[in-house]
């Protein structure tokens, strides 16, 4: 049982340095497992804890399930030309046959189906090597273990999609190298000055399972 409370900022929201802190802590035998199945006890926990506070603000309002299901998908380059995790879903469901489903602002991964979960990144530029956070990495394949599923590292950028099956790239003998390096808390926000060190590895592109130019 999971103690919530001490996992809640003041405004009701997780306290994700709390946790990765504690995952980071955990070493010795089956660490990584270990960390997945902490990371999916404390988000489980916050998902109901916030459903309980719904519930007692009497928030009634009706959400449309279809709104998280990207129906129909469309594989042409939206208008703005701005490429979005909604339009990345579309077209991976279309050219690849799955069924990815967006989840909510509270997950650590954006998108899932019954095979895998996949985190999904937009990049305006195009690079020989996609940046990857260790700690997501670590939370996402943990999950991703517990659930019996794979774990996808999808990166789009202004010219290709490319999906790293990052489940298979840690099995294999070439794993991912992770170092540590100063970089903004969140880009996002404008938080460009507002940085911390955070653990990353680089993933060359020539890993990808597959790579789509959306554009040809």
């Known amino acids: 049982m999971v103690d919530i409370k001490q996992y809640i900022n003041s405004d009701n929201t997780l306290n994700s340095d709390k946790l990765w802190k504690e995952l980071s802590e955990m070493t010795g035998f089956q660490a990584e497992k270990r960390r997945g199945v902490r990371y999916y006890e404390v988000t489980e926990a916050y998902k109901a804890y916030k459903k309980d506070i719904q519930n ?5 309002r009706v959400t449309n399930a279809e709104d998280s299901v ?3 998908p469309n594989t042409q380059v939206p208008r703005s030309h701005k490429i979005t995790e909604d339009f990345v879903i579309s077209y991976i469901n279309k050219e690849a046959k799955s ?3 967006k989840t909510d602002d509270y997950c650590t991964y954006d998108a899932e ?3 895998y979960i996949a985190e999904i990144k937009v990049r305006n530029r195009e690079y020989d090597t996609c940046l990857i956070e260790w700690e997501k990495c670590l939370a996402n394949k943990g999950v991703a273990d517990i659930e019996g599923k794979e774990f ?3 990166v789009a950028t202004n010219a290709n ?3 790293f099956n990052i489940s298979k790239i840690q099995k294999s003998r070439h794993k991912i190298r992770w170092k540590e390096e100063t970089m903004p808390r969140n880009s996002h926000f404008g938080g460009y000055n507002d940085k911390k060190t955070k653990k990353v ?3 060359p592109v ?3 399972s597959v790579c789509y130019n959306y554009k040809s």
């Open 152 to 154: 996808l590292y999808i």
């Open 161 to 163: 999609i490319y999906v």
């Open 201 to 203: 590895g680089y993933i």
């Open 206 to 208: 020539g890993r990808a």
């Open 56 to 60: 007692t603000r009497n928030d009634n």
């Open 70 to 72: 990207l129906h129909n």
């Open 99 to 101: 069924n990815f489903v």
């Open 113 to 115: 189906e019954p095979r």
